[in-house]
């Protein structure tokens, strides 16, 4: 988990979720994706997507996981950051 995912789940959701959303992000959507392998850079993406379309709620984290499992790509897309490979650094919640 790099320090910039744990600020964006700082930001995104109550202290009292942190380690829920961690623990999320850790077990379902990192290398065990389809096709990420281990790229660091990748799995921060697919990170931050999912982080910025659930808006802080975990029901809605856990539904954008669910998708990232089974394409991963359609949670870029959608969150904005399918074209562009450095998008997802600029932004902040």
């Known amino acids: 988990m790099t320090d910039g995912t744990r600020a964006r789940i700082h930001v995104l959701f109550p202290a009292g979720q942190w380690a829920a959303v961690e623990q999320l ?3 379902r959507c990192g290398a ?6 281990d790229w660091a850079h990748l799995v921060e993406r ?3 997507a999912v982080l ?3 808006a802080g709620s975990l029901p809605e984290l856990g539904r954008h996981v669910d998708v990232a499992c089974s394409d991963w790509r359609d949670v870029l ?3 904005g950051f399918g074209s562009d490979t450095r998008a997802h650094l600029s932004w902040l919640p």
Not at 32 to 37: G, S, Y
């Open 32 to 37: 065990n994706l389809a096709l990420v392998n």
């Open 52 to 54: 910025k379309l659930s």
């Open 46 to 48: 697919i990170r931050y």
């Open 25 to 27: 992000l850790l077990e």
């Open 77 to 79: 897309v959608a969150a």
